[in-house]
């Protein structure tokens, strides 16, 4: 490929990056006090959260081998981490690792 048409076709993407990152703050300028974006600021990384959660632990088999332990072990440590600490990077950071450990300890992945 030529190197121009990488170039092009990254700046483009960057550009399409920002202005989907950035066309909320313009759309919704001044609306801050609105009740409805209150509410949805609220709730919405909560449930955002819940179905990430609920979609990565869909495969797991509670009567495999492996009986969902690291899957599991992930999850409350996370939650452990989460309620100590109340950083984000750490608590998915360190479920990760737990899960990642436990899963390669039990049997290979």
């Known amino acids: 490929m030529d190197a121009g048409y990488l170039i092009g076709a990254v700046a483009v993407m960057a550009v399409a990056t920002f202005l989907t990152r950035a066309a909320p703050f313009w759309l919704l300028r001044g609306q ?25 632990l869909r495969g797991v088999a509670p009567v495999a081998p492996r009986y ?39 049997g290979g992945a």
Do not use: D, K, N
Request: include cysteine; proline fraction near 3%.
């Open 32 to 56: 801050a006090e609105r009740a409805w974006l209150r509410y949805l600021g609220r709730y919405l990384p909560a449930a955002v959260l819940t179905v990430l959660v609920f979609y990565c």
């Open 68 to 106: 969902g332990l690291p899957e599991a072990a992930g999850v409350l440590a996370t939650v452990v981490l989460h309620r100590w600490r109340r950083q984000a990077l750490l608590s998915i950071g360190g479920g990760t690792a737990v899960h990642i450990a436990l899963l390669h300890g039990l």
